[in-house]
């Protein structure tokens, strides 16, 4: 989302005149797309800031911030930087960057909007794409659900969903323009639609559209959705993935927790019986689907045995990745009021627990695909030198021995040789020019 953001300040910067430079010292303007979800990232703004400040002695400068901000970190970024805006706001940037140095309040008003008025002109706002083969489309800004560790809803506002004819056509325009890899992005993309029953489509109406455009351009692409609530997932979406080629075999399904009283403290208003279904109706409909998740470990309250649950959990599912946060309170969240009560250490070696547990899994699976032959597309330089990376369909990192950078953005097959935890490697075999579906 902060990249998918960022992609649109560019468009709206490079409209208004602006010229870019990888150089801060020579910038005059300078911008952060904050996060305030993971206090590292906050602590990151303030290091910068101050840096930035203290070049006012000796050079004009104007700085702004935007992203998702928390109220609380939103009023301290109001004394630190000249302008701070919210993303939906990004179209007046230029008018807020002209007014700057008189005394109004347009810019100077703090606090979030929690109805996201007038998000329409943020997401008509043309991206100005970083890639030339990987995108990212907003389908939803916002979040209703209000887990107790999360400040999502108090830094993006209430759900409130895109337009699906926008989207179907952003996705036709990207295509038509040879992008290979596309990914709807939300808060919570499988509730898209509910805020306006009847007068949108439902999530898993739009994935149909798209796999009808996909059957209709006959090009070959892949299309990915990040993130997703279980509460929400239903089979219908499952069924929709498995029938359409051009959506991606790849689904990622937080399940922050393997223990239901862990669930309930986090407000996350399911349990592990509907968890379990999910998983189960994808291995059924989609058996070559690879499965990724998100764990919280350390929460607030939880218990060895409840966290032996989500080591259990995550033995059972057999996840091809895991991304395992350690619980830090964030201001704003309600879990912030409750006593953080597991020692850091122990957060820690729960940690290195879970990671252990997803390697016995992880490599049996990457080591299954030995000698297979898989459709890849390249993404760019590895860090092994003479060599190129790039992603499976199930979004698995596949490294093979090659120098020729045209490959990047372009679907090759690789026999794979070799495998470990959490990558493979394997032989380049040929290049796809084109793909009839």
């Given at each position: 989302?902060?990249?998918?953001?960022?992609?649109?300040?560019?468009?709206?910067?490079?409209?208004?005149?602006?010229?870019?430079?990888?150089?801060?010292?020579?910038?005059?303007?300078?911008?952060?797309?904050?996060?305030?979800?993971?206090?590292?990232?906050?602590?990151?703004?303030?290091?910068?800031?101050?840096?930035?400040?203290?070049?006012?002695?000796?050079?004009?400068?104007?700085?702004?911030?935007?992203?998702?901000?928390?109220?609380?970190?939103?009023?301290?970024?109001?004394?630190?930087?000249?302008?701070?805006?919210?993303?939906?706001?990004?179209?007046?940037?230029?008018?807020?960057?002209?007014q700057y140095g008189i005394a109004t309040p347009t810019h100077l008003k703090a606090g979030i909007d929690p109805y996201n008025e007038n998000i329409e002109e943020f997401w008509n706002v043309k991206p100005n794409y970083k890639s030339s083969f990987e995108a990212f489309i907003p389908i939803q800004n916002g979040c209703d659900k209000f887990c107790t560790f999360c400040a999502v809803p108090y830094t993006r506002g209430r759900e409130v969903s895109r337009p699906s004819k926008e989207?179907?056509?952003?996705?036709?325009?990207?295509v038509g323009q040879g992008y290979k890899s596309i990914t709807l992005l939300g808060q919570n993309v499988n509730s898209y639609g509910l805020d306006k029953k009847g007068n949108e489509l439902t999530f898993a109406q739009l994935l149909t559209e798209i796999g009808e455009l996909g059957n209709r351009?006959?090009?070959?692409?892949?299309?990915?959705?990040?993130?997703?609530?279980?509460?929400?997932?239903?089979?219908?979406?499952?069924?929709?993935?498995?029938?359409?080629?051009?959506?991606?075999?790849?689904?990622?399904?937080?399940?922050?927790?393997?223990?239901?009283?862990?669930?309930?403290?986090?407000?996350?208003?399911?349990?592990?019986?509907?968890?379990?279904?999910?998983?189960?109706?994808?291995?059924?409909?989609?058996?070559?689907?690879?499965?990724?998740?998100?764990?919280?470990?350390?929460?607030?309250?939880?218990?060895?045995?409840?966290?032996?649950?989500?080591?259990?959990?995550?033995?059972?599912?057999?996840?091809?990745?895991?991304?395992?946060?350690?619980?830090?309170?964030?201001?704003?969240?309600?879990?912030?009021?409750?006593?953080?009560?597991?020692?850091?250490?122990?957060?820690?070696?729960?940690?290195?627990?879970?990671?252990?547990?997803?390697?016995?899994?992880?490599?049996?699976?990457?080591?299954?695909?030995?000698?297979?032959?898989?459709?890849?597309?390249?993404?760019?330089?590895?860090?092994?030198?003479?060599?190129?990376?790039?992603?499976?369909?199930?979004?698995?990192?596949?490294?093979?021995?090659?120098?020729?950078?045209?490959?990047?953005?372009?679907?090759?097959?690789?026999?794979?040789?070799?495998?470990?935890?959490?990558?493979?490697?394997?032989?380049?075999?040929?290049?796809?020019?084109?793909?009839?579906?």
């Amino acid at each position: 989302m902060n990249l998918s953001d960022s992609e649109r300040v560019i468009t709206v910067l490079d409209e208004a005149g602006y010229e870019w430079t990888d150089n801060e010292e020579e910038a005059g303007l300078i911008g952060i797309l904050a996060c305030s979800v993971r206090q590292k990232a906050i602590d990151k703004v303030y290091s910068r800031i101050y840096k930035w400040n203290k070049w006012k002695n000796h050079k004009n400068l104007i700085t702004f911030i935007s992203g998702c901000i928390l109220p609380s970190d939103h009023e301290k970024f109001l004394k630190l930087f000249d302008i701070t805006f919210q993303m939906k706001d990004l179209p007046k940037l230029p008018e807020l960057i002209g007014q700057y140095g008189i005394a109004t309040p347009t810019h100077l008003k703090a606090g979030i909007d929690p109805y996201n008025e007038n998000i329409e002109e943020f997401w008509n706002v043309k991206p100005n794409y970083k890639s030339s083969f990987e995108a990212f489309i907003p389908i939803q800004n916002g979040c209703d659900k209000f887990c107790t560790f999360c400040a999502v809803p108090y830094t993006r506002g209430r759900e409130v969903s895109r337009p699906s004819k926008e989207i179907v056509t952003e996705v036709a325009l990207l295509v038509g323009q040879g992008y290979k890899s596309i990914t709807l992005l939300g808060q919570n993309v499988n509730s898209y639609g509910l805020d306006k029953k009847g007068n949108e489509l439902t999530f898993a109406q739009l994935l149909t559209e798209i796999g009808e455009l996909g059957n209709r351009l006959k090009k070959e692409f892949w299309v990915y959705f990040t993130s997703p609530h279980p509460r929400d997932m239903n089979d219908e979406v499952i069924e929709v993935i498995a029938k359409y080629k051009v959506l991606g075999k790849q689904i990622h399904l937080p399940m922050q927790s393997g223990d239901d009283k862990v669930l309930m403290r986090m407000n996350r208003k399911h349990n592990m019986e509907k968890y379990r279904h999910i998983v189960e109706t994808i291995r059924r409909l989609i058996p070559e689907a690879t499965l990724f998740t998100d764990i919280i470990v350390g929460f607030t309250g939880e218990t060895e045995a409840q966290f032996e649950n989500t080591r259990l959990a995550m033995e059972e599912f057999k996840f091809n990745m895991s991304y395992t946060a350690i619980y830090s309170p964030r201001p704003g969240a309600t879990s912030h009021r409750w006593i953080d009560d597991i020692p850091s250490d122990e957060k820690k070696r729960r940690l290195h627990v879970l990671t252990d547990e997803l390697r016995k899994h992880s490599f049996p699976y990457n080591k299954n695909m030995l000698g297979k032959t898989l459709k890849v597309l390249v993404r760019g330089k590895d860090r092994k030198e003479g060599y190129l990376s790039s992603l499976t369909e199930g979004k698995l990192i596949v490294r093979f021995a090659s120098e020729d950078e045209n490959l990047i953005g372009q679907f090759v097959k690789v026999k794979i040789s070799s495998a470990t935890d959490f990558s493979l490697e394997g032989e380049l075999l040929k290049v796809e020019e084109s793909v009839s579906l």
